[in-house]
């Protein structure tokens, strides 16, 4: 099953199936999002119960083209497209674990 999620105020969307996450853009940026093990081995606590798998959010985004300006038209057409980019980094950082919850990962979050 594919969830899709549109990022409210972007063009934005996420695609989450089986753990995978894909996320499309009309801003011209490459983003890519995935939750990382943090633990390579499981633990165990003093009772010897294991520890739940810790993660964490790894996210980047790269602009598909090199950036230069020469007039402020320019700088106004990028100045959209980072908003639009802070607009998803703020979803992110709200919704995480939701994200986390809806890859069906098991574990806790960093």
Request: contains cysteine; aromatic residues 10%; hydrophobic residues 40%.
């Amino acid at each position: 099953m594919i969830t899709k999620i549109n990022v409210p105020k972007t063009s934005i969307v996420i695609e989450i199936e089986d753990k995978e996450i894909t996320i499309e853009n009309m801003i011209d940026y490459d983003i890519k999002m995935v939750f990382r093990n943090q633990d390579a081995e499981p633990s165990l606590d003093e009772n010897g119960d294991v520890f739940e798998p810790l993660y964490w959010l790894d996210i980047r985004a790269v602009p598909n083209e090199a950036t230069e300006y020469h007039s402020s038209l320019g700088v106004k057409k990028d100045k959209r497209k980072l908003a639009e980019l802070q607009a998803f980094f703020e979803y992110i950082e709200l919704n995480k674990q939701n994200l986390f919850d809806l890859c069906g990962m098991k574990g806790e979050l960093a």
